[in-house]
């Protein structure tokens, strides 16, 4: 599954605004010899089809992308991670790149998915259910018009016992099914396996034209731990029952001009109130693990997609998921 070794953070993390245009340009030359890198490996020697030529290179350049990509997180100091960091402007650094080649080149993004709730932390390390973590589910249901009666499936899913709450489903649910499969008992590995348990259809996944889905909102690769400078509004009003759209639009706003260095910064924020600000404070970072990376090479007709989800430390970035397709 990792097809690169993980890629290593210098040391030293302290400037930031200062170096950014440096960084930018740093960041495309980079992209630039790694695309350049990846198509020089390519065998031109054999004679193969047009069209399999083709779609080779527009993988060549989607991996290039997504090399590019894990190198710019690499580079990234881990003080705080914003929207106004060099890994969320991304999709600018893969048009400059892609602007080398005539006949093909490669788009994509960087999100952050610390900014999400993570589903798989609903259940402790002790099997036992985290209250907190759970009425933020609840309200993220409510706040989406999802029916909140699905979510102990959702507990069912996750813990390690056959014992189905009230409501919640265990095997011997899924097994009676037309087609049958098992319950996990365990933690969803992606997360488009939310479609398996028992209430949660493509509308619930998926989202309708009115409103987002879980797949816009929920993760299941994360610390636990919701960055205040990437959350979306209706991530931030799960937060707390309290916590109202003005709050969350003050928090934007905020973070737009200036990121949130601290957890103590959110004292900036007039708007919220002191109960509230306790109340939170203890489920939130300013710092994130885990990212997903989208990136689409394209080589003449050819078009070629890339699902990767990396997760970054002191040490490094690794990349924990890869799907091309």
Known sequence: MNAWPALRRPASRNARPGVALLLTLLVVGLLSVSVLSFIRLTSLETKVADNAYTFTQAEILARSGLKGAMTIL?????????????WANFSRYAALASGLFEEGGFTGNIED?????????????NGLVDANRLARFERLFNLLEFDPETIPAILDWLDADDNPRLGGAENQYYLALAKPYPCANGDLNTLGRILLIKGLGPAAFYGTKDRPGLANVVTVHSDGAVNINTAGETVLMSLDDDLTPGMAREIISHRALKPFERLEDLKLISSLTPEVLARIVGGLAVVSSHFCIRVEGRFRQAKVPLTAIVERSRSGVKLIYYRAG
């Not at 003080?79 to 060099?86: N, V, Y």
């Not at 998915?113 to 390390?125: A, F, K, P, Y």
């Open 74 to 86: 690499a580079m990234d100091d881990n003080d705080f991670d914003a929207l106004t960091d060099p």
């Open 113 to 125: 998915l610390s900014g999400r709730l993570n589903i798989n932390s609903l259940i402790d390390r």
